[in-house]
């Protein structure tokens, strides 16, 4: 097979850096070409632009947010411009629920197929291979590919054909890790107050009820107050709460709990958060308590 | 050591039949006495009255809540006029802040010891011995009695001196367990509105970020709607959210996830929900959605 | 009629100098006496103590709260044990829905009668008799006392037999005007960020849409931001929050608004603004938005 | 002058009626031509299309929401196209404030003027001149035009000379009612949960505090809960939730009461309230405290 991947950030060096184990022949692609470099020394192919995709059987993208791959897939001479009638392309990007319908829409119109399969993990599970997969797409073309699925994740959960139910499942998982984040920033910051120390509370939770390493994770970050630099930067955070939100109104879904997410994401950015971590809105409680200076 | 027990439900029983595991003589005492008699049979004297407690050592309660404390213990002949001096009171129960600190002064004037040491689990973890204890209290105090702590419980964690601290902790982790209890059910409205089956989500969620029972456990509840018979039942969770808060606007904290939580369990009485498990406030979010009938 | 009046505070003090031109024998009492030199210059009888309304028809009280209205007329010579059969207590305090249910209780138990008879107006109106007066209790004792309520207001409403619904009403209505602090607030927060001068705002909407003294002057503490010296301190504004949230869970009522300025108060206190006026909770919004310094 | 007019819906068709009366030449347009014959029969020339638009001085837009504008103004063939250089585009429709930017920038750039000019006030008030206009552009436009908007409103403000800060502050207005919507539904189910009639309720308050028409207004549909026919449909507050939620976003603007409210209104579309007028967000706090079948 003939493997592209596009987007070679934190997350997509190390998802290309595991197709190479597939035994594929893969071929790479950035923006700024530095990045490429490292995976040309592994034994990719670095292309030139979208047209080196032209003989590609299938091609990997993993951007920043919806303009990205928008910009990429979608404007003049993009990537649905370039690709051959049945290649696949695969979108890994935490996108909007209506962007992947978009996608699915256009590539079935250039004879086209596409997969959304957006991901669960951070940089260090990508380049470990053991990131969660959600898969949406026909079922024939998962199954054609679930080999190089299976270098990048430890698991890939299918949960249905239409491309964009991948999506809101992806959102409303990133709106559960920010539930949990302000779960424990609001319970951190009540015994503290009361005189608890927070990192032996955390230690309470996650070795009883919460033994799970995002809230040992998450938790470590709130209790260490560490929010730089970022893991995954709040203006990402933000933007996965907007675009559950929307996906969530479009649904006529009312979301409270999102709702306060969304709040507290906005105020931080007004207060200048947008170099930290996303856990960083799980301080604003402390912070409305009077626990920070 | 002469050890008594008094509060025979759900949780108190499957305690005291513990308690008969460590080889000291132990007593118990509830209000409704045919409680007494399966614990008898294994081997507890049953208590008449508080009175029978004037020789104890120690004496665990475990109640439903302030009221029920308040009644047993500080009220006219109450438990604190039974005491000898030097004994202790070990509660169990999930009561509020201020509760606790009084309980702490009045024993205290009374010569007597006092130990908060509430428990995260639910009835079947009792039976076992797989209780987590919360513990404040004085050191020597703790140490002196945690054999007995260890036959009920697979692991104590000691939080504080002043015994109210643990009662903050207790409820501190209720709002976490009904902040799970919330994301899920907006999450799953979300997704099951969007087309994607709910039991399907579950299990991605448990299989990769969320592998830990209580969001197994919740989510089932949730997934299936099975909301009766009561496991810890809506109006307690109601109950534990006004302490949460309350402690709180003690401490000048605000807690806007507590106060959502708050709102959902007072609708959730006013349609009726008082016989149901207090997960039933995770579908609230269903019905918004116009999910449920 | 010998009426008696107590509690001058800075509204007492205005409506107990409304009653002196009643025509009736006024009689004044305050916890500290200096306050009622002022009224006995005027004409009233200074008492002395609780006793020496013995022989009153009716006694107003204007407390802050409830522990000042309990300790008044519940505890130990409270005003109750000292009243004499079929005297009528009038009770102007903007306490709990539950306190005014007990002193009603507590006064029929003692053979005396009961009002609630809370009240709408800064000092400025006490002073002028421009109140609003919210009244409950028997018709006949309102119609008895009508001449006294119309010194003290513009105009009374009677709202129902049960005196602690005149509470509720009136706890309602604090509510409703912490709503209009919140929601200019955050219009204000809003059109400031955009641009837009906030006294030109104020100015378009109370000339139009909002063309009432009450968003005037509250909008007008919010666009000055000015909130000291207050003229309803932040703290008595959350207890109102805290007794309305009561009232309505007792009922089954969830108030998702009520709960949202519950939490600014906390935060307010929580950041120091014990000393400032309740409208400060309308400049968080501003605070959020990086408005303020 | 060369007046057109486009956009004969509910308010438009008043506003128009209204410039008949200023003495100027006043052509009209409409996509359903019928709405242009009531126009027509009181003096009015009615355009077959766009391009009779071409020898304005001056044309007014009264459309739905961004689409309806976005379509008829910046699409192919589009308003733009066919206006002459220097002629205003006077745009009155409820927009968002990203789309009067946009459509600042391309009159700029086709040579032409464009002002902001939003109203509040419902169909009886445009038919009778008695809006209020939110005006915001060039000055010198502003006293050009200023007699049509003296028929047009019963007072005009100017708050910027960018005209899409007048957009912001009508959206921000429709919060503001939309806060007092909720805020009354809240107030109300409580009384009446406790005892209190509501109608009796409201008229206390809006003899009061809140003497103003749009308390009484929007009180008596909630009091009535007659919310069809929709005087202004829930759709389109809902629309003007999230457009000014979008707006504050942009601006770093967190209002979690203006979140509450798109709560509110999405899940009345969950429910079906797509017809009824957007005050019965109002009666989901009713409907939450059990008090509706």
Redesign the interface.
């Known amino acids: 097979m003939q493997v592209g991947f596009i987007g070679l950030g934190q997350m997509g060096s190390g998802m290309a850096a595991r197709l190479l184990t597939s035994g594929e022949n893969i071929k790479v692609f950035n923006r700024t070409p530095e990045k490429m470099q490292a995976l040309a020394d592994q034994g990719a192919q670095a292309a030139s632009n979208l047209q080196d995709f032209a003989d590609a059987d299938v091609v990997f993208t993993m951007l920043a947010d919806d303009p990205a791959v928008t910009s990429l897939v979608l404007e003049e001479n993009g990537l649905i411009t370039q690709l051959r009638p049945g290649a696949v392309h695969v979108s890994c990007s935490t996108i909007s ?1 209506a962007l992947s319908a978009q996608l699915a829409a256009a590539h079935a119109k250039a004879g086209q197929e596409y997969l959304a399969a957006p991901v ?1 993990g951070r940089p260090d599970a990508a380049a470990a291979g053991k990131l ?1 997969l ?1 898969l949406a797409g026909k079922p024939e073309l998962i199954t054609r590919l679930q080999t190089l699925f299976d270098v990048i994740g430890q ?1 890939s ?1 299918v ?2 054909e ?1 491309p964009e ?1 991948a999506n ?2 992806k959102l ?2 990133n ?3 920010a ?2 984040i ?3 920033g ?2 951190m ?3 503290e ?4 120390d927070r990192h ?2 955390l ?3 996650t ?8 809230y040992k994770n998450y938790g470590a970050l709130l209790a260490d107050r560490k929010f730089t630099p970022p893991g995954f930067a709040a203006p990402l955070g933000q933007k996965d709460m ?1 675009l ?1 939100l929307a ?3 479009n ?10 997410l ?3 994401f ?2 931080l ?4 958060g947008a170099t930290r971590d996303w856990s960083a809105v799980g301080a604003l ?1 402390a912070q ?3 626990l920070l200076p």
């Open positions: 629920v669960f969660f959600v698991r959960f949960v249905a239409a139910k809101l499942v409303s998982g709106f559960l890790i539930s949990v302000e779960s424990l609001e319970a910051a009540l015994v107050k009361g005189g608890v032996a509370y230690d309470l939770l070795s009883s009820l919460f033994n799970v390493p995002l907007r559950v996906a969530a109104e649904l006529d879904v009312p979301l409270p709990l999102a709702s306060l969304r709040d507290r906005i105020r950015a007004a207060e200048g409680a409305d308590a009077g």
